[in-house]
């Protein structure tokens, strides 16, 4: 659903108080981590005094569309800055300046889309928050350059600044404002009740996809891009296969590289033991069914996949260039990028399948519960 720029009632009257509308500037409303992020805490919030609204780039219809229309967001469509950015200034400023908008935080990692902030600066916002969503771009020299100019141009426009890790709060903000502590750290949390391991669930995805309850499944879910690495995850399959001829992997997720992937997967001779699962709704219920999970990411801000895997009690084994603030149970692993082999020897040593229980008290003693992250937003964002 697209809503149309016209003027509303930002501030809806309930009794003494008024309803607080926060705009969200992000690409789109798919099931990434930065999105997903933002309907946890969506979902949490009371509509009687605060309310999410998002304005997007994305021409097709997103993944999260449908619930935040239920719940009563609104969603604007305006134009990518790819292809004008003369239009997306204009439309961006009319969305804020028309609707009365005070509140807008921008989901980015590279510094120049602060310029965003500018923009709903002049058009009236008096709270504009940025959000780190990575610890890096991709490392070339054209997005190395843009963040370079946008914190240079447009950093004294962000009066509220967000990362979900260290990592993350470094390359979007700047090491000396994460020193001086003008970055808050907001954790990546999750509800435990939502995310606890699920027997049931186990059983029905594994009837589903059709896998024996002896078979030992590696689980990965992430959009298939360079920085989540498959290519290297299903190396490490085709070596973990030798090991265990019992043996699965599923990944969860889509994106431009899944052709490549599966290309991949038929050169080692393994395509028929990979599960191409897509976008799904029900990740607890696939984490469940899994018995240990792969995450070999070039970079990562805070990765909301681990952080819910280990909710389920599933051992995980990542990448070293993560943040080791992503290991708040004690199952997480890190390994160095390099050797599959290596990584497939690792996965084998480990005593599979474990246990699973859920770690609530972790979860909340290290501020990953979304009742304190949600409560937080709040405060940050809100300004209350």
Request: with cysteine; charged share 25%.
């Amino acid at each position: 659903m697209q809503t149309k720029m016209r003027a509303f009632a930002v501030d809806r009257i309930y009794g003494e108080k008024r309803m607080k509308r926060l705009l969200c500037l992000i690409s789109g409303m798919n099931a990434g981590g930065a999105e997903t992020f933002l309907m946890k805490v969506y979902r949490r919030l009371d509509k009687t005094k605060y309310q999410m609204d998002f304005c997007i780039n994305a021409a097709e219809k997103c993944f999260y569309e449908d619930e935040i229309i239920s719940l009563g967001g609104k969603i604007y469509r305006i134009t990518p800055k790819s292809e004008s950015i003369g239009n997306f200034r204009k439309q961006l400023f009319d969305v804020v300046k028309s609707n009365g908008y005070k509140y807008v935080l921008r989901i980015t990692s590279n510094a120049f889309g602060f310029m965003d902030l500018k923009i709903a600066h002049k058009a009236g916002a008096t709270v504009c928050a940025a959000r780190s969503s990575n610890s890096s771009d991709g490392g070339s020299l054209k997005s190395r350059a843009a963040h370079v100019i946008g914190r240079l141009l447009y950093g004294r426009y962000v009066n509220v600044r967000i990362a979900p890790s260290d990592l993350a709060a470094k390359y979007t903000f700047g090491n000396s404002a994460y020193k001086n502590g003008s970055v808050k750290i907001l954790h990546n949390a999750i509800d435990t009740d939502v995310y606890r391991f699920d027997a049931r669930g186990r059983k029905n995805v594994r009837t589903e996809l059709k896998i024996p309850e002896n078979t030992t499944v590696i689980g990965h879910v992430g959009r298939f891009t360079a920085q989540k690495n498959h290519l290297f995850l299903t190396d490490v399959f085709a070596e973990y296969a030798k090991l265990n001829k019992n043996s699965l992997l599923v990944l969860v997720g889509n994106g431009e590289l899944e052709d490549e992937i599966k290309k991949r997967a038929e050169e080692c001779g393994i395509a028929d033991r990979i599960v191409f699962a897509g976008v799904r709704g029900d990740v607890p219920a696939l984490l469940s069914a899994m018995d240990v999970f792969v995450f070999p990411s070039f970079y990562e801000g805070m990765p909301n996949a681990v952080i819910e895997a280990q909710a389920t009690g599933l051992p995980c084994v990542i990448s070293d260039r993560i943040t080791h603030e992503a290991d708040i149970t004690g199952l997480v692993d890190y390994l160095p990028l390099g050797d599959a082999a290596t990584w497939a020897e690792h996965i084998c040593s480990l005593s599979l399948p474990v246990v699973r229980k859920t770690p609530c008290r972790e979860f909340a003693e290290n501020c990953y519960d979304i009742e304190s992250v949600t409560t937080q937003f709040v405060r940050l964002v809100f300004q209350e």
